[in-house]
């Protein structure tokens, strides 16, 4: 029988497992989908951890995922515009895609570009979409400065590179050891902690237009003053510091219509979401914990086929 990995109760790690599961069948409006790579994310340790259990609540054991891109098997009743063998990728909003076979809904699912890998592809339902969306509403001109709050991850490099596709200066906070990465992605690095904003002044002396934040919190609150108008600070990651700080917050929207534009960014050449870590779907408690560690660099995908 096809595995799935789950979590079987709300909790950490040791709830997580592989098990086996009948390969699903698809009702209307679904596409049983061959997963080929699942983006590991951490909204998924998030979910098992209770954090998202009022808003979310699932029947347990819950497969983990929420993203992944594979080939087209079998079509539900009233599927329009997929077909078997279309090779897919898409958001799964009610999770399953650590799973050989997932349920993928046609509204949620877009066409994958044949130059995009199946690695790629399984990584821009959650991030590159998020990074788009989370752009789009800066409406950045050519030569605003803006600063991405947590760069070096899976949204962050998608948007340092959005943004520098439309004429931006970007700049973006990681990590020490993330300068080079950073860099190599058209963004001045300035490692965050104690003093930050000072060395965001120091390369950007007249402030930022704009902050796009995906960490949250105390990282938020650090860089927040840098900016004039708080109406231009834009997070991800953090609803209840959005609202205090007078910025906005917003969840990304998945459908076909906003997903293949970022497949098109990709297939173009003008987007690389730097899937640096690919591992076995074996490995799938490994990913997650490198994920769960909150340092990830990228994107790290899981390999089913
Ligand atoms: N609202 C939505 O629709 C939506 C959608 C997707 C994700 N999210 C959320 O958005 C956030 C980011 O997601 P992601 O996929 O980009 O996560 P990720 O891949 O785990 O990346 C987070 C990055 O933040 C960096 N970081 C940690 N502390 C930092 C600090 N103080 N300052 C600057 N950078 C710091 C981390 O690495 P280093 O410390 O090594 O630099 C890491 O690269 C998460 O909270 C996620 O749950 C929201």
Same mark, same amino acid.
């Given at each position: 029988?096809?595995?799935?990995?789950?979590?079987?109760?709300?909790?950490?790690?040791?709830?997580?497992?592989?098990?086996?599961?009948?390969?699903?069948?698809?009702?209307?409006?679904?596409?049983?989908?061959?997963?080929?790579?699942?983006?590991?994310?951490?909204?998924?340790?998030?979910?098992?951890?209770?954090?998202?259990?009022?808003?979310?609540?699932?029947?347990?054991?819950?497969?983990?995922?929420?993203?992944?891109?594979?080939?087209?098997?079998?079509?539900?009743?009233?599927?329009?515009?997929?077909?078997?063998?279309?090779?897919?990728?898409?958001?799964?909003?009610?999770?399953?895609?650590?799973?050989?076979?997932?349920?993928?809904?046609?509204? $949620? #699912?877009?066409?994958?570009?044949?130059?995009?890998?199946? =690695?790629?592809? +399984? *990584? /821009?339902? &959650?991030?590159? @979409? $998020? #990074?788009?969306?989370?752009?789009?509403?800066?409406?950045? =001109?050519?030569? +605003? *400065? /803006?600063? &991405?709050?947590? @760069?070096?991850?899976?949204?962050?490099?998608?948007?340092?590179?959005?943004?520098?596709?439309?004429?931006?200066? &970007?700049?973006?906070?990681?990590?020490?050891?993330?300068?080079?990465?950073?860099?190599?992605?058209?963004?001045?690095?300035?490692?965050?902690?104690?003093?930050?904003?000072?060395?965001?002044?120091?390369?950007?002396?007249?402030?930022?237009?704009?902050?796009?934040?995906?960490?949250?919190?105390?990282?938020?609150?650090?860089?927040?003053?840098?900016?004039?108008?708080?109406?231009?600070?834009?997070?991800?990651?953090?609803?209840?510091?959005?609202?205090?700080?007078?910025?906005?917050?917003?969840?990304?929207?998945?459908?076909?219509?906003?997903?293949?534009?970022?497949?098109?960014?990709?297939?173009?050449?003008?987007?690389?979401?730097?899937?640096?870590?690919?591992?076995?779907?074996?490995?799938?408690?490994?990913?997650?914990?490198?994920?769960?560690?909150?340092?990830?660099?990228?994107?790290?995908?899981?390999?089913?086929?």
């Amino acid at each position: 029988m096809p595995k799935s990995y789950v979590f079987t109760e709300y909790g950490g790690p040791e709830t997580q497992a592989f098990v086996d599961l009948p390969r699903p069948v698809p009702g209307p409006g679904q596409l049983l989908v061959a997963v080929h790579a699942a983006g590991v994310n951490p909204v998924d340790w998030k979910v098992r951890a209770g954090y998202l259990r009022e808003f979310l609540p699932l029947p347990l054991p819950a497969t983990f995922g929420t993203e992944v891109a594979g080939v087209v098997e079998e079509i539900g009743d009233g599927v329009e515009g997929f077909t078997i063998g279309d090779e897919v990728f898409g958001a799964l909003p009610l999770l399953g895609g650590y799973a050989e076979y997932v349920l993928l809904p046609v509204q $949620t #699912a877009a066409r994958k570009p044949a130059g995009v890998s199946f =690695t790629d592809a +399984a *990584t /821009l339902s &959650v991030s590159a @979409a $998020t #990074a788009q969306q989370g752009i789009d509403r800066l409406n950045l =001109t050519p030569g +605003a *400065t /803006l600063l &991405v709050n947590g @760069a070096g991850g899976g949204i962050g490099v998608a948007a340092v590179q959005i943004a520098r596709g439309l004429g931006a200066t &970007v700049i973006g906070t990681a990590g020490p050891g993330k300068a080079e990465f950073v860099s190599s992605l058209g963004a001045t690095h300035v490692p965050y902690g104690e003093g930050v904003a000072d060395r965001v002044t120091a390369v950007a002396p007249n402030g930022v237009d704009a902050v796009f934040d995906l960490v949250g919190g105390d990282a938020l609150y650090a860089v927040a003053h840098l900016v004039a108008d708080k109406s231009r600070i834009v997070t991800a990651a953090d609803p209840t510091a959005a609202a205090e700080l007078g910025g906005g917050y917003f969840q990304v929207e998945q459908t076909g219509d906003t997903l293949s534009p970022v497949a098109a960014l990709v297939a173009s050449g003008a987007l690389d979401p730097h899937v640096t870590t690919v591992m076995p779907f074996a490995e799938a408690a490994a990913a997650l914990a490198q994920v769960e560690a909150g340092h990830a660099l990228g994107k790290t995908v899981l390999t089913m086929r």
